[in-house]
């Protein structure tokens, strides 16, 4: 069975500093990983996917996230946080062959951004 | 383009009661999720349908609880006889068709609160 962890509830940063959301997963072969994010009120939104190739994957807002497959980790990175990313992250897996087609999500973590 | 819609956006009914939830999604779209978000619990997965394919409904807590979706297109989830325990976030996705091995981002809509008194 797959599964992901997002260790911290929640991460409080202030603006200007990096950030750094954590996730790692668990997953038979080799993973596909995404986080997203949900802003108040809203759905989900995309912001970033791991199918394969360089670990460090780029995305949306100014987000990355590095892939480490020794770790089974996907942290979730920005360099420099804004008030505005403050938002609930979530990170999800599947498999990349075999297993299922529905994707896993973490419980999420919510980001604060301090002005 | 239009995104995944869902309504109603808030519901508010009797334990006991029979409620129905709509999705819309992205036209085009073959794969359609539902999942229940509740306070604290990140999202869980209820059933998921696949073009023509039969859907998965692996995740449906009860009996109490079915979905369609017609002409796959728009989907329904309709939950009987609630209780308080389904009041939730009911968060409805979708996806395009997969071409090959790589997988799809799901397109996420707003969301239908369901409260149950």
């Known amino acids: 069975a797959q599964s992901v962890a997002q260790p911290e509830d929640q991460v409080n940063v202030a603006e200007g500093n990096p950030l750094t959301v954590k996730c790692t997963y668990s997953?038979?072969?080799?993973?596909?990983l995404f986080w997203y994010v949900q802003y108040p009120n809203r759905g989900l939104q995309f912001l970033l996917k791991?199918?394969?190739?360089?670990?460090l994957v780029k995305g949306s807002y100014g987000f990355e996230a590095e892939f480490n497959k020794s770790q089974t980790s996907f942290h979730l990175k920005k360099p420099s946080a804004l008030v505005s990313d403050s938002a609930l992250y979530f990170c999800?897996?599947?498999?990349?062959?075999?297993?299922?087609?529905?994707?896993?999500f973490g419980r999420g973590t919510s980001l604060i951004v301090h002005p | 383009g239009a995104g995944v819609s869902q309504s109603p956006s808030n519901k508010v009914t009797e334990k006991g009661k029979d409620v129905e939830l709509r999705c819309d999604p992205i036209?085009?779209?073959?794969?359609l999720y539902w999942y229940r978000q509740s306070l604290g619990q990140g999202l869980e997965f209820l059933i998921y349908?696949?073009?023509?394919?039969?859907?998965?409904k692996s995740g449906l807590p009860s009996d109490r609880f079915s979905a369609e979706r017609t002409g796959g297109s728009v989907s329904t989830l309709t939950i009987q006889r609630t209780q308080q325990e389904d009041s939730a976030v009911y968060l409805c996705?979708?996806?395009?068709?997969?071409?090959?091995?790589?997988?799809?981002?799901?397109?996420f809509g707003p969301g239908t609160r369901l409260t149950v008194t």
């Open positions: 349908f696949q073009g023509n394919s039969a859907p998965d």
């Open positions: 997953v038979s072969g080799n993973p596909y």
């Open positions: 036209s085009g779209h073959t794969a």
């Open positions: 996705a979708s996806s395009p068709p997969r071409q090959g091995p790589i997988p799809y981002e799901q397109y």
């Open positions: 791991y199918i394969t190739g360089d670990n």
């Open positions: 999800a897996v599947r498999p990349s062959s075999g297993g299922s087609y529905i994707p896993t």
